[in-house]
């Protein structure tokens, strides 16, 4: 039986709950009802196994939630946000193998929005003359009003992780073992804030050919913004 299990690890047994205080005469009917209703929730389920033949026993919540099925670590739009999902295998300290998958998954969206950002700004950079010297100065800029921006509107909105097992487990295999998905999400908007606030720092550089890479990228369209 897959059970449910909590962020320490703890097994949280709810089918078993259902049933210890069915009425006796109920017996065969309430049983043969509630195996059908287990089978429904995720309680009861043929068991999933990963590539290397662990199976999941064990879950933190009754159904994988649906962004568990986004590619990993590719920032997607869906609606008016971006999404980034983080996923990690091999886990052996759930608590601390959580943390280290957040703090993964905020880095990992963080240098993804930058990389959007990166790209709207190479499209400018050739229509100005720029030395190797600003260029790394203006990719410096960027980096630091992105890591400002994302800091303030990314946020880890969900997590969901299993335990698997394996019966026979190879000498080199681990014999259980956890897997943790993370979702980051943040608004849309944060491209256009980050590309906003890398032009307001150039805006004020010393040298004159960042002032003209702040400006220009002041002067973009929203066309410009999209993704």
């Known amino acids: 039986m897959t059970k449910t299990i909590?962020?320490?690890?703890?097994?949280?047994?709810?089918?078993?709950?259902?049933?210890?205080?069915?009425?006796?005469?109920?017996?065969?009917?309430?049983?043969?009802?509630?195996?059908?209703?287990?089978?429904?929730?995720?309680?009861?389920?043929?068991?999933?196994?990963?590539?290397?033949?662990?199976?999941?026993?064990?879950?933190?919540?009754?159904?994988?939630?649906?962004?568990?099925?986004?590619?990993?670590?590719?920032?997607?739009?869906?609606?008016?946000?971006?999404?980034f999902m983080v996923k990690r295998d091999q886990i052996v300290n759930l608590p601390l193998g959580l943390k280290q998958t957040q703090i993964a998954a905020m880095q990992a969206s963080r240098l993804a929005l930058q990389d959007k950002v990166d790209q709207i700004v190479a499209k400018v950079i050739p229509t100005l003359a720029l030395t190797p010297t600003d260029q790394s100065e203006a990719r410096s800029t960027l980096r630091r009003a992105v890591q400002s921006v994302h800091s303030d509107g990314a946020k880890v909105v969900d997590i969901y992780f299993e335990k698997l097992a394996r019966e026979t487990p190879k000498p080199e295999q681990l014999?259980?073992?956890?897997?943790?998905?993370?979702?980051?999400?943040?608004?849309?908007?944060?491209?256009?804030?980050?590309?906003?606030?890398?032009?307001?720092?150039?805006?004020?550089?010393?040298?004159?050919?960042?002032?003209?890479?702040?400006?220009a990228l002041r002067e973009l369209p929203p066309t410009a913004m999209s993704h």
Request: hydrophobic content about 40%; proline content about 6%; charged content about 25%.
């Open 175 to 215: 014999a259980s073992f956890y897997r943790a998905h993370i979702l980051v999400e943040f608004a849309e908007g944060l491209l256009e804030d980050a590309v906003v606030a890398t032009a307001s720092e150039l805006t004020q550089s010393k040298r004159p050919s960042l002032r003209s890479l702040g400006k």
């Open 6 to 83: 909590d962020f320490m690890g703890n097994t949280r047994k709810d089918c078993e709950i259902l049933t210890i205080r069915l009425p006796k005469a109920l017996f065969f009917y309430l049983t043969f009802s509630l195996m059908v209703g287990a089978l429904a929730w995720g309680c009861v389920s043929t068991p999933e196994r990963d590539p290397h033949g662990a199976v999941v026993v064990e879950r933190s919540k009754q159904d994988a939630p649906p962004w568990t099925g986004l590619q990993p670590d590719r920032l997607v739009s869906i609606g008016d946000r971006f999404r």
